[in-house]
């Protein structure tokens, strides 16, 4: 009798979010899928096998919002993890933030966004908008990193 097959065991999907900061404010889309559906969020989303980190946040960014940016470099990595409703996890995205330079085009809401515009950084403290978790954080570290180049 051949031994049962046992599920393959789940691995961690990498993705990439864009940072892009202009003029005291971020970039930020309303996702339209979950997780996090329509809450506020970076741009961004899974890296094809054989695609360079750079490559997929600036296809994501511009399938998403029609902004074009220069990526400057990583600065940060965040877990986001997709639970159902019993707790148990679907799936585990980790998210490399990339810090891009504006270039060109204002945003546009398309492929898996509902939504995109550029955001104050002062109301990212506020509860008016909802928020994926971390996005505040990452905005304010992306702009320091800005200021200071």
């Given at each position: 009798?051949?031994?049962p ?7 961690p999907i990498?993705?990439?979010?864009a ?7 971020v970039l ?8 996090d559906e ?8 899974k890296?094809?096998?054989?695609e360079?980190i ?5 296809r994501?960014?511009?399938e998403?919002?029609?902004?074009v940016a220069?990526p400057?470099?990583?600065?940060d990595?965040v877990d986001?993890f ?5 707790g148990?996890?679907r799936?585990?995205?980790i ?11 204002e945003?546009?809401a ?7 515009r550029w ?8 509860h008016e908008?909802a928020?994926?978790?971390g996005?505040?954080r990452l ?11």
């Amino acid at each position: 009798m051949p031994a049962p097959i046992t599920p393959p065991i789940a691995r961690p999907i990498p993705a990439t979010i864009a940072a892009v900061v202009r003029d005291g404010h971020v970039l930020l889309v309303r996702r339209a899928n979950p997780p996090d559906e329509n809450c506020w969020a970076f741009p961004g989303g899974k890296i094809d096998a054989g695609e360079a980190i750079d490559a997929a946040t600036v296809r994501e960014l511009l399938e998403e919002t029609g902004v074009v940016a220069e990526p400057l470099h990583v600065f940060d990595a965040v877990d986001v993890f997709d639970r159902d409703e019993t707790g148990a996890l679907r799936r585990h995205f980790i998210l490399i933030a990339v810090l891009c330079r504006w270039q060109s085009g204002e945003p546009v809401a398309g492929d898996d966004a509902r939504d995109a515009r550029w955001v104050p950084l002062a109301e990212l403290e506020g509860h008016e908008l909802a928020m994926s978790f971390g996005v505040a954080r990452l905005a304010r570290k992306a702009a320091a990193l800005m200021a200071a180049m």
